[in-house]
């Protein structure tokens, strides 16, 4: 479904813009099933590792049917890096889900319930197909995922956050803020109090009918928790590499040719890691490490230095590499809450004991959107026009 090449996201990004408008607008509640034509662009893997990115996406829709036209796909697309801002306002949040994850699945679950939910074993019509959709394809129609979500947590009963963490495992595109965040919405705790009820009714509508499941719950009240803090400043991150010669680390963060707004050719040398402690699941880790790939090959026609892949984002071959290059800087595209994210922090640390600094770069589309991103979606989207002029103009 996913082939982990840039080649493939243009393709299929060329394929949906026509369709971006009205019959996106339309249709994009309906989920026809695994296999079958949609109205959805299907390009969420290749958004989530940069392989093609956001501001790249909304241009083409632009020039085809203005923001008027595309209003509700380029809110879509908004979704994503709304959330990636708001996670990284409130990093806690993301350490709070982990906390809660590990302390669910130490036990107090019904793990005989929990392994029939995971495995569709459930007899509930509908989620039992979706359990097999995602372990087969690793993907769901974002509907879907949210039909499913509360029939978990509400019909089910079972734990959110094991229910976010089984989405982590098997999606190809499994991000850390838009799903925790997703599930958080659903459960009525991203926005205190608002939830999303799964209904019969509402299932089959929107599956043309092929499911219309009986015994859900008929009422989803919220679940509890402290409120996070209120959003603190974004992390630091540098807007442009500094001069000089440096080395170039891509990580499957961000795989697009312009790599965060660091020019390769500027680089004296690059490194491409697949390593797969940085995705969340195996179907994520293979995408990214297809990607990951792809764009080494295509770094390697672009520099005059050596473009190494690595399977191991390992902080020793760090040093070696940027001594070979003899370089004592090394920049890579900034990486957003996650395991990425985390491993950069250590790698920073070690590089640093070696006299060598790590630079992160953040892009442009980033240091725009997410400082708006500090109080509800719909607040934010009303700077969505002018934040899209904006970008526009330089």
Request: hydrophobic share 45%.
């Amino acid at each position: 479904m996913f082939p982990p090449t840039r080649q493939a996201a243009l393709e299929r990004l060329a394929g949906f813009v026509p369709a971006a408008g009205r019959a996106y607008a339309e249709g994009r509640n309906l989920d026809p099933g695994p296999g079958e034509p949609g109205a959805v662009s299907r390009l969420s893997p290749y958004l989530r590792h940069r392989v093609i990115t956001e501001a790249e996406v909304v241009d083409e829709v632009l020039q085809t049917h203005g923001i008027a036209g595309a209003d509700k796909f380029i809110q879509e697309v908004l979704w994503r890096t709304y959330w990636k801002g708001w996670l990284e306002m409130r990093p806690s949040v993301w350490s709070r889900f982990l906390e809660t994850r590990d302390r669910q699945r130490g036990g107090g679950v019904d793990e005989q319930a929990l392994a029939d939910a995971e495995a569709g074993r459930t007899g509930i019509e509908g989620f039992d197909d979706w359990a097999h959709e995602l372990a087969r394809t690793g993907y769901l129609h974002n509907h879907a995922r949210m039909w499913f979500a509360s029939i978990w947590i509400f019909t089910l009963r079972l734990p959110w956050a094991l229910g976010a963490d089984l989405f982590l495992r098997q999606l190809i595109d499994a991000d850390p803020a838009s799903n925790t965040l997703s599930w958080r919405w659903v459960a009525g705790l991203q926005t205190p109090g608002k939830t999303y009820l799964a209904t019969r009714e509402n299932i089959a509508r929107f599956t043309g009918g092929r499911f219309a499941p009986n015994g859900l719950a008929t009422e989803a009240p919220a679940l509890a928790e402290a409120l996070p803090e209120p959003p603190a400043t974004l992390p630091p991150a540098a807007d442009a590499p500094p001069p000089g010669p440096f080395l170039l680390l891509a990580t499957p963060e961000d795989l697009a040719p312009d790599l965060g707004g660091i020019d390769p050719a500027a680089a004296a040398a690059a490194i491409v890691t697949a390593d797969p402690r940085l995705s969340l699941g195996e179907a994520s880790a293979r995408f990214a490490a297809g990607a990951a790939g792809d764009a080494a090959d295509r770094l390697a026609g672009r520099m005059e230095g050596p473009v190494t892949l690595m399977d191991s984002l390992d902080s020793d071959a760090l040093v070696a590499a940027a001594r070979a290059a003899q370089v004592r800087t090394l920049v890579t595209p900034f990486a957003p809450i996650g395991p990425t994210a985390d491993a950069l922090a250590q790698a920073a640390q070690a590089l640093e004991a070696e006299g060598l600094r790590l630079i992160q770069v953040r892009r442009d589309w980033d240091s725009r959107f997410w400082p708006h991103a500090t109080a509800g979606f719909f607040a934010f989207r009303k700077q969505i026009p002018a934040l899209l002029d904006q970008g526009r103009s330089r």
